[in-house]
């Protein structure tokens, strides 16, 4: 009798504290701050109700979102697919914000060859991104959920569809990963260093919003390194050509 007395007790302080090891979710308590400090990687598309996951490949290996300001008043978005679209956008409150259009890059910025990817980007930008079909400026709800290993973010334009994302990117195991071209440190102070190139490589970093600051042409050695100290704090996008086609693109942190 005691035994099952003890038993009862053990259930009731298991089930008040919860199970160990249990991971819940916790709304962010400064969504704006939190939203502009991270790089996020999409995971999903709900577009009028259907579910579009996205499954990386060698081919596009992810889909990422960033925001930061480009002045004291002014906040630039950029987020990239198969191109990289860029815009400004402002905060009505903590949670809200409106987008003032998307601007992409030249066509020799794409970076996809696959058909189905294509078809992703196309899904991406014009059915959710898309700001034709508003008459004013769209609106985005975000909602920041953080749990001890990542956080999540899900934002929710105005005519219902929503864009889910996380502040991880994929794990993705290939020959291509493993042998092509590597780039670090990242975030980076001073240099950066490139291995894998195997042959002449044009580098080309962009800003925020969408504007080249640098372009320069590696030999294709062993080891390079090229020397970023002079440009400011911030978020950048790096591309890689080869003979004249993309082979790598990523986002550069610049402490």
């Known amino acids: 009798?005691?035994?099952?007395?003890?038993?009862?007790?053990?259930?009731?302080?298991?089930?008040?504290?919860?199970?160990?090891?249990?991971v819940s979710a916790q709304e962010v308590e400064n969504p704006?701050?939190?939203f502009l400090s991270n790089i996020w990687y999409l995971t999903k598309?709900?577009?009028?109700?259907?579910?579009?996951?996205?499954?990386?490949?060698?081919?596009l290996s992810e889909i990422t979102l960033t925001a930061g300001h480009l002045n004291s008043e002014t906040i630039g978005l950029s987020t990239t697919?198969?191109?990289?679209?860029?815009?400004?956008?402002?905060?009505t409150d903590d949670y809200t914000f409106k987008?003032?259009?998307?601007a992409f890059l030249s066509s020799d910025g794409w970076?996809?060859?696959?058909?189905?990817?294509?078809?992703?980007?196309?899904?991406?930008?014009?059915?959710?991104?898309?700001t034709e079909d508003d008459p004013l400026y769209p609106v985005f709800e975000l909602a920041i959920t953080e749990t001890e290993t990542k956080k999540q973010l899900v934002l929710t334009k105005g005519n219902g569809n929503k864009a889910y994302y996380q502040d991880e990117p994929y794990l993705m195991v290939s020959d291509y990963a493993k042998n092509g071209p590597r780039i670090y440190p990242n975030p980076a102070?001073?240099?950066?260093?490139?291995?894998?190139?195997?042959?002449?490589?044009?580098?080309?970093?962009l800003d925020i919003a969408g504007r080249k600051r640098l372009a320069r042409e590696l030999n294709?050695?062993?080891?390079?390194?090229?020397?970023?100290?002079?440009?400011?704090?911030?978020?950048?996008?790096?591309?890689?050509?080869?003979?004249?086609a993309v082979v790598k693109t990523g986002k550069l942190v610049k402490r």
Request: overall charge negative.
């Open 189 to 205: 102070k001073e240099y950066l260093y490139f291995e894998n190139l195997h042959q002449k490589t044009r580098l080309e970093i």
């Open 45 to 59: 598309l709900t577009i009028e109700g259907e579910e579009f996951p996205f499954v990386p490949n060698e081919d």
């Open 111 to 130: 970076s996809c060859e696959w058909d189905e990817n294509y078809s992703y980007h196309n899904l991406y930008f014009y059915s959710y991104w898309n």
């Open 220 to 244: 294709g050695t062993v080891a390079e390194r090229v020397h970023i100290a002079w440009l400011p704090a911030g978020i950048y996008f790096y591309r890689l050509r080869q003979n004249g």
């Open 32 to 34: 704006k701050e939190v």
């Open 1 to 22: 009798m005691q035994l099952k007395k003890l038993y009862v007790i053990l259930l009731i302080i298991i089930w008040s504290i919860g199970f160990p090891g249990a």
């Open 81 to 91: 697919a198969c191109n990289m679209g860029s815009g400004t956008i402002w905060f």
């Open 99 to 102: 987008l003032d259009g998307l």
